[in-house]
Nanobody, 133 residues
């Protein structure tokens, strides 16, 4: 059974830091793009960061660039999101996601597409991040 199990998150003051963890089981990160998404109250879910297993290139949306860092430990089948300099507008439920790039071969799906159009095959359960001002 494929699962993504998240941990981390919580309440932090503005300017603080948190780290989210996403542990995968039932598949490996090989040939997957793995990323982080978030959904603020009353808003649509958005992609914020993604890393390609093929070349390790990390992508970030402008809203988190320079503050958040995505990483993975393929030996542990675990990915992370280090969030620094948090702002109240970062308050949201955060989700990890994995996209099977082999399944999408030939369809021209890129990492930016994954973030913009939420092309995700497996989702984590979500974890709340709240940033107070």
């Amino acid at each position: 059974e494929v699962q993504l199990v998240q941990s981390g998150g919580g309440l932090v003051q503005a300017g603080g830091s948190l780290r989210l963890t996403c542990a995968a089981s039932g598949f490996t990160f090989d040939d997957y793009a793995i990323g982080w998404f978030r959904q603020a109250p009353g808003q649509d879910r958005e992609g914020i960061s993604c890393i390609s297993s093929s070349d390790g290139t990390a992508y970030y949306t402008d809203s988190v660039k320079g503050r958040f860092t995505i990483s993975s430990d393929n030996a542990k089948n675990t990915m992370y999101l280090q969030m620094n300099s948090l702002k109240p507008e970062d308050t949201a439920v955060y989700y990890c996601g994995a996209t099977d790039m082999k399944r999408l071969a030939g369809y021209g799906v890129t990492i930016p597409t994954i973030l913009q159009e939420l092309v995700v095959h497996y989702w984590g359960q979500g974890t709340q991040v709240s940033v107070s001002s």
